[in-house]
T-cell receptor
Framework: EAGVTQSPTHLIKTRGQQATLRCSPI?????VYWYQQALGLGLQFLLWYDEGEERNRGNFPPRFSGRQFPNYSSELNVNALELEDSALYLCASSLANRELYGYTFGSGTRLTVV | GENVEQHPSTLSVQEGDSAVIKCTYSDSASNYFPWYKQELGKGPQLIIDIRSNVGEKKDQRIAVTLNKTAKHFSLHITETQPEDSAVYFCAASRRANNLFFGTGTRLTVIP
């Protein structure tokens, strides 16, 4: 069974540009979560999508947005990139009963803003 | 929202010794407490979890304990091995909500 797939693996953007990150969940998983992991720091919750709807949002500015497609894949968009947006962006997926099955994480997209 | 604190931030142990990582949480409604291990260049991987109706769970060399009254839970690794070296994250959530993670503990097992 394929795990959670994220693309691209690495992304380099210039300050002010837009970045799009993509995530394919495990087959059968309907929930997708996005987390930001800045260097040396923990996992900060960004967004949670379930059945195509945004269920919760972390304490991030509106320039962080995303969506979930009918096939449950998801993309994260970051507009007007700032240097401090440089981080590892992790996507995770879960079944509906997440407290029973937990999350499965992908390997992340390393975003570098220069 | 939920606030999870994790200690220590770094931990070094000799191979064969035990390691203990502690977390506290703020939301008394939280009922699911997983632990993740993150190796260099990889995403976090679930290693063990516990639910609020259980006080302790063990899986080979790894065990987790939960004290709901005090709102804290701990990860215990016995007979540590070099391959246990990684960053460990605790997390907490309530039903139908996302996970909130601790700040991580970098464990180094010295051969």
């Amino acid at each position: 069974e394929a795990g959670v797939t994220q693309s691209p693996t690495h992304l380099i953007k210039t300050r002010g540009q837009q970045a799009t990150l993509r995530c394919s969940p495990i087959s059968g998983h309907t929930s997708v979560y996005w987390y930001q992991q800045a260097l040396g720091l923990g996992l900060q919750f960004l967004l949670w999508y379930d059945e195509g709807e945004e269920r919760n949002r972390g304490n991030f500015p509106p320039r962080f947005s995303g969506r979930q497609f009918p096939n449950y894949s998801s993309e994260l968009n970051v507009n007007a990139l700032e240097l401090e947006d440089s981080a590892l962006y992790l996507c995770a997926s879960s079944l509906a009963n997440r407290e029973l099955y937990g999350y499965t994480f992908g390997s992340g997209t390393r975003l570098t803003v220069v | 929202g939920e606030n999870v604190e994790q200690h220590p931030s770094t931990l070094s142990v000799q191979e064969g010794d035990s390691a203990v990582i502690k977390c506290t949480y703020s939301d008394s409604a939280s009922n699911y407490f997983p632990w993740y291990k993150q190796e260099l260049g990889k995403g976090p991987q679930l290693i063990i979890d516990i639910r609020s109706n259980v006080g302790e769970k063990k899986d080979q060399r790894i065990a987790v304990t939960l004290n709901k009254t005090a709102k804290h839970f701990s990860l215990h690794i016995t007979e540590t091995q070099p391959e246990d070296s990684a960053v460990y994250f605790c997390a907490a959530s309530r039903r139908a909500n996302n996970l909130f993670f601790g700040t991580g503990t970098r464990l180094t097992v010295i051969p």
